[in-house]
């Protein structure tokens, strides 16, 4: 079973990190989720789940603006041929949530360290980067460092790149 919200937040609290989370109605797309910028600061984040021909996965994490080149990005992560969207039943086996909540702390839930996490460096330049608690439902706003430490903390070597 994939961990829940209330498990991220503990595990988090384990960590000694502190992070703060805004409920609102589901939110879908980057469209949807820009109204409530004037509520939550920092760099809110777009969250591709890609897999290349080799079924090797990687979960890149950008600011919500940034446009990344599918067509290019392979040479950039170091992924065998060029890649794909993973399919919804493997982000749920790997990451534990559904298309419109992916998110970095779904990493929690990649106990065999199956997914690559590439974060973009200019997301990584704010202070404060926010993203889905494993919901859609709720964002968590977290410093940036403590992103970091989170990601190694799952068992992940986080690759910050130039991606956008």
């Not at 992924?79 to 970095?104: C, D, H, N, Q, Y």
């Not at 990649?110 to 926010?130: A, C, F, P, R, Y």
């Not at 709720?138 to 990601?151: G, K, P």
Request: aromatic share 4%; glycine share 8%.
């Amino acid at each position: 079973m994939p961990k829940t919200e209330a498990e991220l937040n503990q595990f988090l609290a384990d960590l000694g990190i502190s992070v703060s989370t805004v409920r609102h109605p589901p939110l879908f797309t980057v469209a949807d989720s820009q109204a409530l910028r004037g509520e939550i600061h920092g760099g809110h984040t777009k969250n591709l789940f890609l897999k290349d021909k080799k079924d090797n996965y990687f979960l890149v994490t950008v600011g919500e603006d940034a446009v990344v080149d599918l067509k290019q990005i392979h040479h950039l992560i170091g992924a065998a041929s060029r890649v794909s969207f993973g399919k919804p039943e493997m982000l749920m086996e790997l990451l534990g949530v559904i298309p419109g909540a992916v998110t970095v702390f779904g990493l929690i839930n990649d106990t065999e360290g199956k997914v690559k996490v590439v974060l973009d460096q200019e997301l990584m330049s704010h202070d404060v980067i926010n993203g889905h608690p494993l919901t859609n439902e709720a964002t968590t706003s977290i410093a940036a460092a403590d992103l970091i430490r989170f990601v190694e903390a799952t068992g992940h070597d986080p690759v910050i790149l130039k991606v956008s």
